[in-house]
């Protein structure tokens, strides 16, 4: 089995995965679902694309700036749509003002970032520079990260670790292809090879966050039904002080 085909089979998980997550949010209603959908469909385009420029887009015709945005800025794109999942999926707004306050911070820098990328792109930088600065970037995003997973684990709240340990995969996955790439050809060339890491980083996050899609279904039916006990019990209270009256 050659490397294409694995490629194809992630991309072919991962578009099923994105089929499961549309069908959770027809029945809840719920954002966290969106942003998740973004963040798989843009990994997959992301390596759709890689794909394509290996095989001398054999399969997509795309314009040069085009082809520029589907690859640091989509990369990007992707981390900042987990992001916003991560804030929807643990209800920060409310749960955690001072992480939600903070992960704000972080998601602005993404965008700061995003637009950075673009903006180089009229100026047809060499590519193994680009993958340089695009490194540099993201290695200080990692950084910007450390208090947030320092804050979660600091929550002792069990979906904080089903998300803890999902990014971390992700995060992971994209930083050993990235050191895989330097490695093998200096960011000067696109090798599929590079894309493993991330795409079984992926495989096992998606693994890990349907559980914890699971759980918190599990956990907001629990409060519904508390909820409801709740009003039965007071209901009765009313009831038993008006017959002594």
């Known amino acids: 089995m050659n490397s294409l ?49 290996t095989y001398n887009h054999q399969y997509l015709l795309l314009p040069e700036k085009l082809r520029r945005i589907s690859y640091q800025p989509l990369g990007i794109f992707s981390y900042w749509m987990y992001l916003c999942f991560a804030i929807k999926f643990l209800n920060l707004e409310i749960v955690n003002s001072q992480l939600y306050k903070y992960i704000k911070l972080v998601e602005k820098s993404l965008i700061i970032f995003i637009l950075f990328c673009v903006i180089l792109i009229p100026f047809e930088i060499n ?35 089903f998300l803890l340990i999902g990014s971390l995969l992700y995060i992971l996955g994209g930083t050993i292809g990235m050191v895989f790439n330097f490695i093998i050809n200096d960011f000067s060339g696109t090798d599929l090879r590079v894309f493993f890491g991330i795409e079984i980083g992926i495989l096992l996050e998606l693994l890990l966050l349907n559980t914890g899609f699971m759980l918190k279904n599990k956990l907001l039916e629990q409060q519904v039904s508390k909820g409801q006990i709740k009003i039965l019990r007071e209901r009765l209270e009313i009831k038993e002080k008006k017959g002594y009256t």
């Open 5 to 53: 085909t694995l490629h194809i089979l992630f991309l072919g998980v991962a578009f099923f995965q994105i089929l499961f997550i549309f069908i959770q949010w027809i029945f809840f209603k719920r954002n966290e679902y969106l942003f998740y959908i973004a963040y798989i469909a843009s990994v997959i385009l992301f390596i759709l694309f890689r794909i394509n420029e």
């Open 127 to 161: 590519k193994s520079l680009l993958s340089r600065l695009y490194l540099t970037g993201y290695s200080i995003l990692l950084v910007l990260s450390i208090p947030i997973f320092i804050l979660l684990v600091k929550q002792k709240y069990i979906l904080n670790y």
